[in-house]
């Protein structure tokens, strides 16, 4: 069996340990969160209430409504009382404004 184990690449955890570190500890968890994305995400977090702060009232509330509350364009519109089209138009607009506010 150990023969096979050889054969095949298989290495053990003890077969990597060192003086200062066992050899589990060498290898990488990959459900672990990396520190830059961490604080990356906190930063764009950051920027987009910034971005978002500087809307008006009715284009957060389609922000809001969209995204956040995660309505459809045809939900939006029956609480408006104005047309798909319409929803779609302004939808866009916001978040090409919402766009370069973020790139600034």
């Known amino acids: ?7 095949n690449g298989l290495v053990s955890y003890d077969a990597m340990d060192t003086d200062d570190t066992l050899g589990e500890e060498m290898i990488p968890d990959s459900d672990a969160s ?7 995400n906190r ?17 957060r ?11 459809t364009e045809r939900e939006y519109t029956e609480i408006l009382g104005i047309s798909q089209k319409a929803v779609n138009k302004r939808r866009y607009k916001v978040l090409t404004k919402l766009y ?5």
């Open 1 to 7: 069996m150990y023969e096979k184990d050889e054969r």
């Open 34 to 40: 990396n520190v830059e994305d961490i604080v990356v």
């Open 43 to 59: 930063l764009l977090r950051k920027k987009l209430r910034c971005c978002l702060s500087q809307l008006t009232t009715e284009e």
């Open 61 to 71: 509330s389609l922000i809001c409504a969209l995204f956040y509350e995660q309505k």
């Open 100 to 104: 370069r506010l973020m790139k600034a």
